[in-house]
Each structure stands twice: as structure tokens, then as C-alpha cells.
């Protein structure tokens, strides 16, 4: 089998198929990962065959307009002031996700030609890949890295018809009548039980999330041994970063639980330290560490509701609180918080007071460590990336 795995050039749009990728690998099946150049170097880190597919695009600058247009409408409501109109029917981010898929689909359906795929793989924002599917006349996977928010999308009214009134000129350039179905042929479904949204109607499979978060640096053996106090972990990952490092409340959580007893531990990017500014001394930094390699040691995780982060520290049995930024950070933090397993504390409400009383709660309150433990054991109760090579063959055959 040949399955041609593509992603537009976020790294943690990409890291969930990674195991996936290994399983087939390991399995004798043929994969290559195409994707904008700047990926590269992400997929080079996990040992996959890598062909650019289209162009980069400043993303980050596309992403910024989004949060921005967010702040604003938040603001004017606040005020009661006339909402921010959209910039288009739809979901904000229709027009970024279409630019994607127009700079890679051309460069993307030629690679596919010659690759010659059973099956095409892809993360729910990768148009490209459900398009270059339906063109190439192979199953379309799709593969969300967090709770699955575009399928959510769907249940909104217009915007399935936005979608798909932007994907059109791609459609017919490709050949494909009607355009294709972002949802794909199935999804390979990693979200707890407790986290799903309902009345989805797409087709699905459980995955058990495998957590991968990019090379690293070890764990400090300090860690590794017995905790005589409670320990937290504050990360922010790595996108807020990018989009405005200002937004990153890394340093502001800790200031705020400074005094509470916790014993704190600080996860954040290589060289990402001397943002902090001066901590207190019951602080841990560790840079470059990757979160599943954190979070076995700690008892609590305050972050920004990330893909990665939320559903590590769930595969650990951990209550979370999360102060989301982007739509889908919001999406996850609010399914978190419908699980049980986790406090959402909008970042307007965030005070020094209110983050600490937050996080005292979902440490102390035992329902949230409880519902934490429910998710871990639906995750690990799922068919590993080494069962579902075989849905997917299963899927390639017509069975």
C-alpha cells in the first residue's frame, strides 16, 4: 500500500500523523509526506521521505488577522458597540485554509500522479489533501490534531456552502464535479469519549493518541524522582510564540501561583527562559523537553488548550486549565471543560487571583482528576496506529 501523507507547513498539524506514518512504514507500506518546503526539516525529525508540494505562504500573518478579528469582536461586544462584521460567509479562517490549498493542490496532485497513492492522508485544514484524493480517485483519511473543530464547523448554517464555494475553482480545475469532501472518505478519531461533540454524521475510526511532540532535550533526573508536594506544569507550546509572543502567560501563571506551595515546573521552547524574566526559586524551566516526557511527573497542567498539550495531559490522567487564544485552542478548551477534565478561564478574566483560585480548584476538586482519568482510559482503550494499518487496508480494498 502507498499512502501519500500531506499537511500544510504547521509542525503540529503534522506530529499526529507522524505515528501513524511509522506504523505503516513499520508494517512494509510506502509513504511519503508532501507538504509546502518549510515543513521539511519537521518531517526530516521523524524520519519520513519528504517532496515540497507548492509554496509557503505567511501564515503566521493570516493567523494574526484571525486573532485580531476575534479581539474585536470580543471588544465590541464588551462595549456593546456593533459586532465586527466577517471578512467573509463562513468561518474566518475559509479564506486562510483556501489560499493553503490553492499554493500546494497543483504542486500536489502532480506528485501524487507520479507517486501513484492507495490512500491520501491528511490533517482536517489541508484542503489540498481530500482534493488531490478525489482527483487521483483514492480514499481521502483525515487525521484532526485535537478535537475534531472542523467537523464542528460543519454543523454551523453557511458554512459548508462557504467551503465549498471556495474550494470550487480548485474542483473544476482539478476535475472533480461537485468539489470534494473536506471530511474526507473516513476519520481516524484520537478525541475521548467524553470530549466528542454530537450529531457529526462523517464517517470515523478510534485512534489511540500516540503523543509526539518534535526532538528535545531530556527530562532533568530531579523530576523523575518523588514529588513531596504538588507539581504543576505550565506550557504554552509553541504557536502562541509565534503569532505574539506577548500572549504567552507562561510568566504571569507563575508569578500568580508564587506563594501557593505547588512545586512549579516551566515547559517552554529552546531559548524561550529569558522571556520569563526573573522567577521564583520553586520554578523548573525546561527548555525543548517534549510534554509527554513532562507530564508523568506532575500532577496538573495550566496551559493554552492546545492539541498537543490537552490530550498528553489527559493521556497522563491529568486535570488542565486552559487560557485559549485561536479558535481551535478554544474548541479544545471548551470540550476539556464539558469533559469534566479540565477549567477553562477566558484570558479577559484572567487575574493573579483568578488563575490561582482556578488552578487550586482543578487540582483539588477530585470530579476533575476523576474525569481526567475517564479520558486516559478511553484514549488507551483505542486500536493503536499498528491495529488501524489494517482499517486502512481494510479501507484501500473496498472492505
Sequence with gaps: ???LVTSWAWPTHYYPMAPLAWALRAAGHEVLVAAPPSLGPAVAGTGMPFVPAGRDLEVVGMIRSIVNGQAERTASAASGAPAVPPVTKGPRSTPMFT???ESMTEELVAVGRQFGP????FEPSAWAGPLVAAALDVPAVRVPWGADIMASVHQTEGALEAEREALAPLAAL???PGGADTLGTLTLDA?????QIDGTTHATSPLCYVPYNGPGNPLPGHLAGPRTRPRICVTWGTTVGRIDPAKVLTAEVLHALAGTGLDLVAAVPQGGRAALGPIAHEVTVVEQVPLHQVFPHVDAVVGHGGAGTVFAGLLNGL???ALPLLPDH???SGRLAASGAGLLLPREEASPEQIRETVLAALEEPGHRKAAEECRADLLARPVPAEVVGVLAELVDGG
Design 1 to 3: 500500500m502507498r499512502v
Design 191 to 195: 478525541c475521548p469519549a467524553p470530549m
Design 330 to 332: 478554544r474548541f479544545n
Design 174 to 176: 482539478l476535475g472533480v
Design 118 to 121: 492507495d490512500l491520501v492522508m
Design 99 to 101: 489560499a493553503i490549498a
Design 319 to 321: 486535570p488542565q486549565v
